[in-house]
C-alpha cells in the first residue's frame, strides 16, 4: 500500500473506532489529528469536509460488514444452512467488528433517522442492501424446499431485523445474560415459522 | 399548580422535547434557558445538576409512556385482548408521546448503552419494568387459556421488543412504506406461536 493510501486507511480505522463510540457527529478532526500525530490540514487533504468523511467511515464499516458477515455466509449452502450462517455472522459482528461500541449501524441508525442528507441516504441504501441479500437467502432457502412457498421474504429479513435490534438491546442496554440465548430462541422460532405449511 | 410546579412541568416537557431529537447528553441548560426565557441559575435552582435533570427527563417520559400505554392497556380483558391492546398503544406511542424525534427511549437506549452511572441505571429499571408487564400479560393470556401453558412469557416479552424496534428502524430510518403493515404482522405471527401446541 502508498503511504497516503496506508495513512487514509488508519484514519477511517480510527474514525470508525471513534463513531462507534460517541456517533458520526461526534466525530472530531481536531481529536482524530491529535491522536494520529497529524496535522489538521493533513486531515482535511484526505477528506475534504467532515460530511465527506462521515461518509468514508460508514463505507469503512460497510466494508468490513460484508468482509466479516456477508461474504462468508454467501459461501454456505443455498437455503436453510445460508440464512443459519448469516445470522450466526452476524450475531458475532458487534465482537468481530473490533469496534469498540457494540454495532456500529444500529448507533448510526439512531442518529441519522431524525436527519436528511447524503449520509443518511448512503446508511439507509447500506441497511437496504443488506434486507436485501437476506430476503433473496430466503427465496433461495423456498428454492431448496426449506422454507414453504408463500413465505413473505421481505417480511423474513424484516423480523429477522428485530431479533437482532432486540438481542443487541438485551445484551448493550440490559446487560441480560440471556441475551444471547433468547436471541437464539427467537430465530428458532422465526425459522419455525418459515417452515411450516400455512394454515 | 403551584407557580414552582408549572415552571417545572415546563422545563421538563421541553428538555424531553430537546433530548428525543438530540439525546439525553444535548440537553444544554444553556438553550433551554434561552428558548423559555428563564435565567441559567433560575434553571440551576429546579435542577442542581445536568444529571438531575437527565434523570427528571427520564420520569417525566416514563410517567407519559405509563399514562398513555400502560395504563389504558391494563384496563383491557385479562390475557390476548390486553397483549394486543399494548401492543396497539405501544405502536402508535412515538405519535401520542408528543415528541418531536421518534421514540424517546430507543433514542436513549443507543446513547446510555456505552455509558455508566444513576442516568443508565434508571433507564434500564424503567425498560425491565416494562418487560415484567408484559411478561406478567403474557402469564395472565396462559391463566386465560388464551396462550400454551409452556410459554416463556420473559422471552415473549423480549420478542415483542424486538418486533417494534424493527418497526420503529423500518419506519424512522428506512422509511419503509411497509412498516406499519410488517410490524402488525410480525406481531400476529408472535401472537400465533404463543397459542400453538408445543411440538
Chains 1, 2 share one sequence.
Not at 456517533?23 to 482535511?44: P, V
Not at 417480511?155 to 440465548?181: C, I, N, S, T, W
Request: charged share 25%; hydrophobic share 45%.
Amino acid at each position: 500500500m502508498r503511504k497516503g493510501a496506508l495513512t487514509r486507511q488508519t484514519i477511517l480505522e480510527h474514525a470508525t473506532g471513534m463513531a462507534s463510540q460517541v456517533g458520526l457527529e461526534g466525530i472530531s478532526i481536531g481529536r482524530l489529528a491529535e491522536d494520529l500525530e497529524l496535522s489538521k490540514s493533513g486531515l482535511f487533504a484526505h477528506f475534504q469536509s467532515k460530511e465527506a468523511l462521515q461518509i468514508q467511515v460508514l463505507e469503512f464499516a460497510a466494508t468490513r460488514f460484508v468482509e466479516t458477515v456477508v461474504r462468508p455466509a454467501l459461501k454456505a449452502p443455498r437455503g436453510e444452512p445460508r440464512i443459519r450462517e448469516a445470522f450466526n455472522r452476524w450475531l458475532s459482528w458487534p465482537k468481530e467488528s473490533a469496534l469498540p461500541g457494540g454495532c456500529f449501524f444500529v448507533a448510526a441508525s439512531v442518529e441519522l433517522d431524525d436527519r436528511e442528507g447524503p449520509v443518511r441516504e448512503r446508511l439507509v441504501q447500506l441497511q437496504k442492501d443488506w434486507l436485501g441479500v437476506l430476503a433473496e437467502t430466503v427465496r433461495s432457502a423456498v428454492d431448496e424446499g426449506h422454507f414453504r412457498p408463500d413465505i413473505d421474504a421481505e417480511l423474513f429479513a424484516h423480523e429477522m431485523y428485530g431479533v437482532m435490534l432486540a438481542g443487541h438491546h438485551a445484551a448493550r442496554l440490559l446487560r441480560d445474560p440471556k441475551a444471547g440465548q433468547r436471541t437464539r430462541a427467537a430465530f428458532e422460532s422465526l425459522l419455525s415459522s418459515a417452515r411450516r405449511e400455512a394454515a
